[in-house]
């Protein structure tokens, strides 16, 4: 599960020497929604190959799904890469140095009404931190950015935002990309989603507004030498992120041992910018070997750390049937902690670090995502479902283990180091001890896009467990329903959003890591609210 960073370094060596001829492309924003689902469909189709575990995606895998499947839409957003590779309209190709210091405006009106109590705010679902006030809300973006040589770019996201409270200027997004053979160095403000979810992702999302970090990442697929090419393609990345009261180290390590298939492991872990540690702590503070002990170096390595692991399967043999071109399945499973042989403070048999399935490991308070997507083409379909309240251990109960008579995860989930940035959940929206069930269909007609969505989840869900017998509580329920319409003509985008959300036995606790056993729901208390944009 948590190999040692410096072995991941010799692996980053190896695919800087393997690919001297590579160009640097700037990141697609999460919040571009059908730049990604773009890419996703080309995935699942088969029209390219690629990783899809981790995004930001690269403009590079927007230029490759482009190619195999060209549209105007795509095209207006990656032209000057399609200048600068000779695949463009025009037929010229453009110097590697250019300026472009406004590429984009976006000027944005919601409005949010709400009769529940004590709410003051609602926060767009994975749009990065933008949340609304209640009454009119406007927004203005700007976004630039440029190439200052092949291999050097730079991006930018400036936002105002004015609401009945105040207004506030903010600088979204700022990085700065280099590339040096298959490696991609990024240092700036942006967001990281970890895993294949859509509506949400059990250890980091973009739910909540981007934060400065620094990242390694193979942006283009490696193999590894000799006879070990055989194992499939490789993608890894590594990021450190600082954020207002914690620090953030992270990790994925994909494997596609064939085209069809994809394999991902994921780690991060947040820790208090007391501690003292270093960059050269950086591969002790994955391996947690010497989190929960005492001694010397205790209070140091006691951080908080979430791991999962995620499988895809992509169907481009769907196109075999009526109607449809492809699909994708798609499954996380993760925990909040985990128990391994490799960590000193974990329960021995015999004296000796038990071993505990296949792996070495098991999760601890767990958590899982399962998914399909299917697409016609111009029409595409997802059901996504997630959970972290219950325990389902692989191979190994733990509570059972040690006499807890409270299995479950509840009371766990995002609230070691709370795991929230600016306001906002930075893992999955539908929060602690919940479940979520999310629906969406999106037609593609001209220059149009109709989407529908629909969202049911169920929060703080607390179960009193008594010898293994469980007792239900009264959770929270929220169901949402949705629809947004798209029209794109040539550089021009105009959209209009309305969500309609109803609530039984509202929690009225505006914390959104607030615990049931702090705060009571109320029985038979409904609310509702509106957003249109």
């Not at 959970?387 to 509570?399: A, G, I, R, T």
């Not at 021009?492 to 890591?513: G, Q």
């Amino acid at each position: 599960m948590r190999i040692k960073l410096t072995v991941f370094l010799l692996l980053l060596l190896v695919v800087t020497l393997s690919n001297a001829f590579s160009q640097e492309f700037n990141n697609i924003r999460l919040t571009e929604n059908e730049l990604n689902l773009t890419i996703e469909r080309a995935y699942s189709t088969g029209a390219t190959n690629g990783f899809a575990g981790i995004r930001p995606f690269s403009e590079l895998d927007l230029v490759n799904a482009y190619v195999a499947a060209p549209d105007d839409y795509t095209y207006n957003y990656i032209r000057k890469d399609l200048l600068d590779i000779g695949l463009s309209k025009e037929g010229s190709s453009s110097p590697s140095f250019y300026l472009e210091p406004l590429s984009e405006v976006t000027f944005r009106v919601y409005t949010f009404s709400t009769d529940v109590p004590n709410k003051k705010s609602y926060c767009l679902e994975n749009m990065e931190g933008n949340c609304l006030d209640k009454g009119l809300n406007a927004f203005l973006n700007v976004v630039g950015g440029g190439r200052l040589s092949r291999n050097v770019t730079f991006f930018y996201e400036g936002q105002i935002q004015a609401g009945k409270e105040d207004t506030d200027a903010i600088l979204k997004k700022a990085y700065i990309k280099l590339k040096t053979g298959s490696l991609s160095w990024e240092l700036g403000k942006d967001s990281i989603w970890l895993g294949h979810g859509y509506h949400g992702s059990l250890l980091l999302s973009s739910n909540a507004e981007p934060f400065l970090l620094f990242k390694v990442t193979t942006e283009e697929p490696f193999r590894l030498p000799f006879f070990l090419k055989r194992l499939g393609e490789f993608q890894y990345t590594m990021f450190h992120g600082w954020l207002d009261n914690f620090n953030m180290l992270g990790q994925r390590l994909a494997w596609k041992p064939f085209s069809l298939l994809e394999l991902g492991v994921n780690q991060t872990v947040t820790y208090y910018k007391d501690k003292g540690i270093k960059v050269w702590d950086w591969p002790h503070v994955f391996f947690s070997s010497s989190e929960n002990i005492g001694g010397q170096h205790a209070n140091k390595y006691n951080n908080d750390q979430r791991a999962s692991l995620d499988a895809a399967l992509y169907m481009p043999f769907l196109n075999k049937l009526p109607y449809l071109k492809g699909g994708k399945i798609y499954a996380e499973y993760g925990g909040e902690d985990i128990y391994a042989w490799w960590q000193k403070a974990d329960p021995t048999t015999g004296g000796h670090h038990a071993w505990r399935g296949p792996l070495g490991f098991d999760f601890l308070g767990e958590g899982f995502i399962l998914g399909l997507f299917l697409t016609s083409g111009d029409t595409d379909f997802r059901y996504e479902y997630a959970e972290n309240y219950e325990s389902h251990p692989l191979f190994f109960d733990w509570y059972k283990f040690v006499g807890v008579d409270y299995p479950s995860k509840g009371e766990q989930w995002y609230r070691g180091i709370p795991f929230s940035y600016k306001g906002a959940l930075m893992g999955h929206v539908m929060g602690p001890e919940a479940e979520d069930n999310y629906f969406e269909i999106k037609k593609r007609a001209g220059n149009f896009v109709f989407t529908a969505f629909y969202d049911r989840q169920r929060h703080h869900i607390y179960n009193k467990i008594d010898q293994y017998h469980i007792y239900p509580a009264t959770p929270e329920i929220r169901q949402q329903k949705g629809l947004d319409v798209l029209y794109a003509f040539k550089r021009f985008e105009i959209d209009a959003t309305v969500i309609y959300n109803t609530y039984k036995n509202v929690n009225s606790n505006p914390d959104i890591l607030a615990s049931t056993k702090a705060y009571h729901i109320l029985v038979g208390q409904d609310a509702k609210e509106l957003i249109t944009g």
